[in-house]
C-alpha cells in the first residue's frame, strides 16, 4: 500500500495569490494589522508558521500570537468561504486525470499533506474542481508551525484512521518546493518534486527529490514514479 501525501498550492492548485488576500484579511481582523504578508514566502511553510513568523516581525510575542490562533484560523475560514472561487483557484496542468488514475488504484491512500490550515483546504480542492472527498487522511498547517513534523502527524492518523500498517519508505510526498523535499526526508520517506510552483526545476534538482517533473500532465510517468520502486 502506497500513502500519496499531495501538496495544495503550487501542486495540485494555482490560486493567484488569493490564499494571501485571504490570509491579509484574517490577519487584519485579528491582530489589526497583516504585515509583510504580501512579500513573505509562503513556499513550503504553514499557516501556523507563517502567522507567527508575520506577527512576531510586527512585536507581537510568540505566547500573544499563540493565544489568537483559534481566532485566526475562524476568520481564514471565513475568508476562505467568500474568497476561494473557481474564478481564482484552477487546477495545476494535468492534475485532473492523475487524480483520477491515483484513485482508481486499490494500493493507493490519496491523502494531503498541506501548509493549509484544516478548514481551508477543502475549500481550495473545491474551488478548483477537485472534490476534497479523494484524500481520506490529511495533516495541515494547523497541525504544526513546522511543516517536516507533517510526515510523522499524516503517517499516524492513516494507520490510526484507516487501520493501515504503512512503512515510512511507502510514503511519497508530491509537492513543489524544497520545503516538501525536506519533510519527506525528514519522515523517511520519497519525494515527487513537480516546478508548478515558485521554484524552477533547477533549484528543485539542487534539492534531490526521487523523482522531478516539470508538469503532472505526464500521467503515465508520474504513476510509475509513485508506485515504482525502481528510479527514474
Ligand atoms: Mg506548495
Known amino acids: 500500500m502506497r500513502l500519496i501525501l499531495f501538496d495544495i498550492d503550487g501542486t495540485l492548485i494555482h490560486s493567484d495569490r488569493i490564499g494571501r488576500a485571504a490570509m491579509a484579511r484574517a490577519l487584519t481582523d485579528v491582530f489589526g494589522h497583516c504585515g509583510a504578508v504580501d512579500t513573505v514566502s509562503f513556499g513550503g511553510k504553514t499557516d501556523w508558521g507563517l502567522v507567527h513568523e508575520l506577527m ?3 512585536g507581537w510575542s510568540e505566547v500573544e500570537v499563540g493565544a489568537r490562533l483559534p481566532d485566526f484560523y475562524a476568520r481564514m475560514a471565513a475568508a476562505g468561504q467568500e474568497m476561494f472561487t473557481a474564478t481564482n483557484i484552477r487546477p495545476c ?6 487524480l483520477a ?6 494500493n493507493a ?9 484544516q478548514a481551508t483546504a477543502p475549500l481550495k480542492l473545491a474551488a478548483a474542481g477537485i472534490d476534497p472527498g479523494l484524500f481520506r487522511v490529511g495533516a495541515y498547517g ?6 517536516a513534523d507533517l510526515f510523522a502527524i499524516a503517517l499516524a492518523r492513516a494507520e490510526a484512521e484507516l487501520g493501515l500498517q504503512i512503512a515510512p519508505r511507502d510514503v511519497i510526498i508530491v509537492g513543489d518546493t524544497p ?8 519522515g523517511g520517506g520519497r519525494v515527487i518534486a513537480v516546478a508548478t510552483g515558485p521554484y524552477p526545476i533547477a533549484t528543485l534538482q539542487a534539492h534531490r527529490p526521487d523523482y522531478l517533473f ?19
Open 56 to 58: 512576531q516581525a510586527e
Open 93 to 98: 496542468p494535468g492534475v485532473l486525470p492523475l
Open 109 to 117: 491512500v490519496p491523502a494531503l499533506l498541506t501548509g493549509n490550515i
Open 101 to 106: 488514475a491515483v484513485a482508481a488504484r486499490d
Open 214 to 232: 516539470g508538469d503532472l500532465t505526464v500521467t503515465d510517468a508520474v504513476l510509475r514514479a509513485l508506485f515504482d520502486d525502481q528510479q527514474v
Open 142 to 147: 494547523s497541525d504544526s508551525a513546522v511543516r
Open 179 to 186: 520545503g516538501d523535499i525536506a519533510c519527506a526526508r525528514a
